[in-house]
């Protein structure tokens, strides 16, 4: 079993500043890409911010310049960094993780349950 446990969510006002975790836990011989997607209510999932195993990163055109993705290798686990937040911001986010399980098995999409952001004064 592999599980994606997300946290740091919460209320904060416009401008604010959040900082999301999301660590994968289980059985995992090696994980690839990991990424952030939001959904807010009545709009379909969209991609935030994509992280390689190297560290190469990309982000949607909405947050560039004040998001910014990161994770620990070795701790298994991936970061959003939310600064200057905006009522347009608020979502459930959901971090997601290529991993392979056992050796040689092949990759598989891996999600978090979601955490909800809000922004609002």
């Known amino acids: 079993q592999v599980q994606l446990v997300e946290s740091g969510g919460g209320l904060v006002q416009p401008g604010g500043s959040l900082r999301l975790s999301c660590a994968a836990s289980?059985?995992?011989?090696?994980?690839?890409?990991m990424a952030w997607y939001r959904q807010a209510p009545g709009k379909q999932r969209e991609l935030v911010a994509t992280?390689?195993?190297?560290?190469?990163?990309n982000y949607a055109d909405s947050v560039k310049g004040r998001f910014t993705i990161s994770r620990d290798n070795a701790k298994n686990t991936v970061y959003l960094q939310m600064n200057s937040l905006k009522p347009e911001d608020t979502a459930v986010y959901y971090c997601?993780?290529?991993?392979?399980?056992?050796?040689?098995?092949?990759?598989?999409?891996?999600w978090g349950q979601g955490t909800q952001v809000t922004v609002s004064s």
């Open positions: 997601n993780a290529e991993i392979e399980r056992i050796r040689n098995t092949g990759w598989r999409d891996y």
């Open positions: 289980g059985t995992i011989f090696s994980i690839n890409a």
């Open positions: 992280i390689t195993t190297g560290g190469s990163t």
